[in-house]
């Protein structure tokens, strides 16, 4: 009996050991996950947030060029002369800014199966939303190129040089909005400028671009606050875990 009763103590503090050695194990992975919890947490609000920002300062820009596209329309239907603001509108109703989201760690969070971290069902519909609106979104941000060809085809490369070393809208390098400043332009031939631009008055098809080209900026604007509202609803989510 002394001898089973050893066996079955041996045998005992073994299970023990074991189940000992598996309970530290899993709470060594539940730190683990928790930590990279956390890490994706923060990844996902920093990616997040610069989306925000940079959504925000194309929504301004975008509001001015459909402005200066707003000035181009009354320019074709009134009494004007082409002077420098005619000038300036034109060019700066051709102007464009990209975007695109920041999709590394929502990739990444799929692509390792990671995405079972984020416990929260109402934050990964979120999320699911967010990025997949901006995906179906991605062509309503560009502009169509008809209207910029045109006027780009239209105003002298020189002058065009002139506008960008003097009224740049965003910068060359990394595309950072500089607005749209008042600016100097010395030298430009505005009675060349006219019998350049008087035709499209006249001109049938460059109305309805313009006119199409004006409809798409106000698209594109609502698309653009329509990924902020998703933007606010994601951050929400992270704010509650």
């Avoid at 989201?101 to 990671?114: F, V």
Wanted: charged share 25%; glycine share 6%.
């Amino acid at each position: 009996m002394n001898k089973r009763g050893r066996m079955i103590g041996e045998f005992v503090l073994i299970v023990v050991g074991v189940l000992v050695a598996l309970m530290v194990e899993a709470g060594l992975e539940s730190r683990k996950d928790d930590q990279l919890r956390e890490e994706y947490l923060s990844r996902i609000q920093a990616d997040i947030e610069a989306d925000k920002q940079a959504l925000v300062r194309r929504i301004g820009f975008f509001v001015s060029v459909k402005g200066f596209s707003q000035e181009m329309v009354d320019w074709l239907d009134a009494d004007i002369p082409v002077d420098q603001q005619v000038l300036l509108a034109s060019f700066y109703a051709a102007e464009i800014w990209p975007f695109r989201t920041n999709l590394s760690t929502y990739q990444d969070l799929h692509s390792t199966g990671n995405i079972r971290l984020l416990e929260s069902l109402d934050l990964r519909t979120s999320l699911a939303v967010y990025y997949n609106k901006a995906d179906s979104s991605r062509p309503g941000w560009t502009p169509a190129q008809d209207y910029r060809e045109i006027i780009r085809g239209i105003i002298p490369t020189r002058v065009q040089g002139l506008m960008r070393d003097n009224c740049p809208t965003t910068d060359a390098f990394d595309q950072i909005s500089t607005g749209f400043p008042p600016c100097s332009l010395d030298g430009v031939d505005y009675d060349q400028l006219a019998t350049l631009f008087e035709p499209l008055r006249e001109d049938k098809q460059f109305r309805r671009i313009l006119t199409y080209r004006d409809s798409e900026l106000g698209v594109m604007i609502y698309l653009l606050r329509q990924q902020v509202a998703y933007a606010d609803d994601v951050m929400a989510r992270l704010a509650g875990n």
